[in-house]
């Protein structure tokens, strides 16, 4: 959204600068569309271009957006080559195959020139001249052919006229041949797949000129770019938007910066490089990139080297935030009405309405209620599930982070969880749709935390719970166990890094939406957006800990009554000596002690 936004405003920007310096000036931009296209093609073969400074005051600018996800080339080996084509095959679009195919064969690119009764553009003389000599001389070959002079030499067996003929058109007719062979194949052949030829050949990419082939490329599609600004008379930049970086391996992301140091950071080229990535996610691949070890031991400095203008998205206003909710929402109105389009003809083909029947017989078994909830019951209780997420009245909003993914993942979950109790014949009554919503909110923002109190929840379950345990909320249950959870920070780092701040976790299941364990329970029967995976890990962990808990308490109980005494003896006689250590070797029978 925030590129989209970039793009807009970049390219009103651009048309507001044009039209204030044709009012100034009196000279406008000229496009190479139309008769401008043979003008082009024409000021291509026989002109070059002169940077003067009239044309660096020039203030109007032009851009082009090239569009490169990092994403699409994850698979390929060198995820670099992927960004220098996307830029190739863009400005090869944009300005058309048959321009830059001429400028890259007979084309001259833009010389620097400062006085300003300098104009900006010279007639290539030599260019001429030449052109002017091979066509003379391909004239008179011809004429020479055609219209052969009889001058006998060696007793009439060679016929000068016709050798000298021969010669001047082979020579003169294999130039042009030549320039429209380099031309027709610079039009068939485009620059991606030259760089797509370059990085399959594994031979020929180990050598150092495989850069430098690739830096010509990059060279060419500058100068042609330079060119264009002359000829439009206007300034033209062009925006690389790179995007997904942070879903490829750590090499693959460096070999992305490096294009962008090395292949794109010329002090003349005409890029404006926007990367758009996860700064948490990106240090980490450069901190494990094995191309960086001893390079980058810091990313956060890497990063810093490398970027120019940071720029760090702020949090979303409220008005705005509860915008992008309500369009979220307004996005899920398919999944509204699922149930009553997937009638039973239709589901017979898909399987859809069998696997419905299926899970409702299963769910009915373990909940047993006779009343049968409607589908417009079900379509109002997501509308209002729906409302409490971005109604200002509300407060769940606040709990909510400003990712649009995290969004709609919230948006998308809630309409499933409800038709899951309309299925399981759960009465809408019993759950207010403010709760579902908050409930949606809470596995999707603290994950771990949530796992840990449903899994402490069950082993308090299987061990025989107290009398009005379904009344206690989920806050104390976690302030009860919290210091165990802490205790398993090593084996649960990854996970615990999912949850949200803690303190907000605090709040909101303290103050604001006070969930109790009967609460849970219920609502767990529905929930789909929580990994059951992070809750079996956590159960493995704390089962292993009460084993470990079990056999030291069981180490002294088990003991025979004459060794439970001994230890006792040597306790009781070395609590009040000064501190030493003493060992008593635990052999057949005998206890070890360290005091």
């Keep these: 959204m925030l590129l989209d936004q970039i793009t807009k405003c970049m390219r009103e920007v651009a048309m507001h600068i044009t039209k204030k310096e044709l009012l100034d000036t009196g000279q406008s931009s000229r496009k190479p ?44 080996d060198r995820l670099w080559a992927g960004l220098v084509t996307t830029l190739c095959e863009q400005i090869r679009r944009h300005f058309g195959a048959l321009p830059l195919s001429v400028f890259s064969v007979v084309g001259s690119a833009p010389k620097r020139g400062f006085e300003t009764a300098l104009k900006e553009w010279k007639f290539k003389k030599s260019f001429c001249i030449k052109l002017v000599i091979i066509l003379t001389l391909l004239l008179i070959g ?124 010329d002090r003349r080229a005409p890029f404006i490089s926007i990367l758009v990535v996860d700064p948490s996610i990106i240090v980490t691949c450069l901190e494990n990139a094995s191309s960086l070890k001893g390079m980058a031991d810091n990313g956060y400095m890497f990063l810093n080297r490398t970027v120019t203008l940071p720029f760090s998205v702020p949090a979303l206003g409220k008005k705005t935030k509860l915008q992008i909710l309500k369009k979220a929402v307004q996005r899920t109105e398919d999944l509204i009405d699922w149930p009553s389009r997937n009638d039973a003809h239709r589901g017979t083909k898909t399987g859809i309405a069998e696997s419905m029947k299926l899970l409702k017989e299963e769910l009915a078994e373990e909940e047993e209620a006779e009343v049968q909830t409607n589908i417009l019951q079900t379509a109002r209780f997501i509308k209002e599930s729906f409302y409490a997420l971005y109604s200002e009245r509300e407060n769940l909003h606040e709990y909510i982070p400003d990712s649009i993914s995290q969004m709609k993942r919230i948006v998308n979950t809630i309409p499933v969880m409800v038709h899951l109790m309309m299925l399981s014949q759960i ?81 909101f299941l303290s103050q604001d939406f006070p969930f109790t364990v009967e609460e849970s329970m219920r609502l767990m029967k529905i929930t789909v957006n929580l990994d059951f995976s992070m809750k079996y890990k956590m159960g493995l962990l704390r089962g292993i800990n009460n084993l470990q808990n079990d056999w030291k308490d069981s180490g002294i109980t088990n003991a025979s009554p004459t060794q439970q005494g001994a230890v006792s003896t040597i306790e009781a006689s070395n609590c009040n000596k000064p501190k030493k250590e003493m060992n008593v070797l635990q052999k057949n029978g005998n206890k070890e002690i360290n005091c």
């Design 33 to 76: 569309t139309g008769w401008g296209f043979f003008r082009l093609l024409w000021y291509l073969i026989f002109y070059c271009p002169v940077v003067t400074e009239h044309h660096l005051e020039r203030k109007g600018v032009d851009f082009i957006f090239v569009n490169f996800s990092a994403w699409q080339y994850a698979g390929s």
């Design 427 to 507: 009465p809408l009554n019993d759950q207010s749709p403010k709760a579902l919503a908050a409930w949606v909110v809470l596995c999707n923002q603290w994950p771990c935390r949530l796992s840990w109190i449903l899994q402490c929840l069950e082993d308090e379950d299987q061990r025989g719970s107290k009398d009005g345990f379904c009344d206690c909320l989920l806050w104390d249950v976690f302030k009860e166990n919290s210091k165990e959870l802490f205790s398993f920070k090593v084996g649960l780092k990854n996970i615990l890094d999912l949850d949200g701040d803690p303190e907000i976790f605090q709040k």
């Design 142 to 265: 011809l004429l020479l052919l055609i219209v052969p002079v009889n001058t006998a030499i060696h007793g009439g067996e060679e016929n000068f006229t016709t050798v000298f003929g021969s010669l001047a058109t082979l020579v003169s007719g294999s130039s042009i041949i030549m320039t429209l062979y380099k031309l027709l194949k610079a039009v068939i052949i485009s620059q991606r797949h030259k760089i797509e030829r370059l990085v399959n050949n594994q031979k020929f990419t180990n050598q150092m000129g495989f850069m430098n082939e690739v830096k010509k490329e990059v060279e060419l599609i500058t100068q042609m770019v330079q060119y264009m600004e002359i000829f439009q008379k206007q300034k033209i930049r062009v925006v690389l938007k790179i995007t997904s970086l942070e879903l490829c391996a750590p090499d693959k992301v460096v070999g992305v910066l490096d294009a962008m140091n090395t292949l794109l950071s």
